[in-house]
């Protein structure tokens, strides 16, 4: 045997068990890899979710506030006729005010007040998944780089590149872990 292949083997001997220690810490990274992505492409979901429904919560208030204002210019144009004291357009007039006051605000049902609070109700929960969505985004990167580390140092054999993977995937996962829980 060369002087090549004995070095070699002697590398592979003395350096195999660290191998297998970072093989190890690479599996669990990008086992911990795959969970956050899970998480951030959910946050990601919701957040779609969530703008969706608000941009129809506000489509909808938008036309109930057309409606609306049709009624105060049929009311107002109704009640401005030569005929307006007489009870058949005094009731057209109640009836269009009504109407106007039920499309801004009814209490149980549909009206501009209860949309608006939705709306802001969605929005919220859109601003809160696009804001884990963003954490989830840091751990996701953070676990790539320890891969890479942890991949590098078993070409390398530097030891300190491990270390730092090991120290950066777990730092990432607790983040991970209060990103979960909060």
Known sequence: MDAAQEHAQETIHHHGGAN???AVLIAALAAA????DMGEQQQQNKYLTH???LSDSWGFYQAKNTRAAISDVEASILAN???AAEPGPQAAVARAKANAA???DEPGGDGMKQIMERAT??????DHAFHRYHEFEIVVGALQISIVLASVAVVTAVPALAVA???IGAAAAAFGIYVVVA
Do not use: C, F
Not at 33 to 36: G, I, K
């Open 20 to 22: 297998r220690r970072i």
């Open 121 to 126: 109700a969605e929005q919220e929960a859109r």
């Open 165 to 167: 993977a090991g120290v």
């Open 33 to 36: 890899l795959a969970l956050a």
């Open 51 to 53: 703008h969706i429904s």
């Open 81 to 83: 006729q030569p005929n």
């Open 102 to 104: 039920r499309l801004r």
